[in-house]
């Protein structure tokens, strides 16, 4: 089995909770598709335990940002701010570590991006199945994992599909979005990350608690926006 996490955005409390969860059900491997940081207080934690515990790690729009490698002029004031708060926090061995992420990994089944599959180094979102249509035409594989917009779906090649556990067809094309780890903004305040098993040709999606008043008073005490800490709170 394979946990596939995304957008942990320096929330260090989620990320250990789900770490505990595929510690305790002893899941062989973790895949992360980028935005370690961003949002939150912990970038540094955040980017030790991910490049300790990771077997694939992928790079983010906010990843890509903090390492100064992106234009932020479309980030919203709020991204921009703890953007530029994460840059001057960002230890050097952890800025030199992002940097050198890679955009995409493939296997002979699955292919994994943070974003969008046509073009992994731009930060595209798949929000409707018409969007995941267009997607599925640039990649060969049968899965794509992706992440990016914190909302966990299927899409196939006609529908999206909300179920906690979904069986995989031999025949179809599919795109996951596995939710996010720190910031979920599908009305769900809990933790989300996505399980593929890879025998019962299955994923599931894990919702989890975590000690959200401790990351909301450590967003504050940080000064970051507290709209971020409230977001978090509602899952928004």
């Not at 939710?179 to 769900?188: A, E």
Request: net charge negative; charged share 20%.
């Amino acid at each position: 089995m394979i946990a596939i996490i995304s957008d942990i955005h320096s929330n260090l409390e989620a990320l250990q909770a789900a770490l505990d969860y595929i510690d305790n059900h002893k899941i062989e491997s973790i895949y992360c598709l980028g935005d370690i940081v961003g949002y939150g207080p912990n970038p540094n934690e955040c980017i030790e335990l991910i490049r300790k515990r990771c077997q694939v790690v992928l790079m983010g729009n906010h990843d890509y940002a903090a390492v100064g490698l992106a234009n932020i002029e479309y980030f919203n004031e709020y991204a921009k701010m703890s953007t530029y708060w994460t840059i001057e926090r960002l230890r050097e061995e952890n800025r030199s570590y992002l940097s050198n992420l890679p955009f995409s990994h493939q296997t002979n089944d699955s292919f994994f991006v943070h974003a969008s599959p046509s073009n992994p180094s731009f930060w595209y979102y798949v929000l409707s199945v018409q969007d995941a249509q267009m997607e599925m035409q640039s990649f060969d594989q049968r899965i794509c994992f992706i992440g990016h917009s914190h909302v966990p779906v299927v899409f196939t090649q006609e529908n999206l599909y909300r179920e906690v556990s979904f069986t995989f067809e031999p025949n179809e094309k599919y795109i996951v979005n596995v939710g996010s780890i720190g910031q979920p903004r599908d009305g769900n305040s809990n933790l989300c990350f996505a399980v593929m098993d890879e025998q019962k040709n299955s994923v599931e999606f894990v919702r989890l608690t975590y000690d959200l008043q401790k990351t909301y008073s450590k967003i504050i005490k940080a000064g970051l926006p507290l709209f971020l800490a409230e977001r978090i709170l509602k899952g928004y």
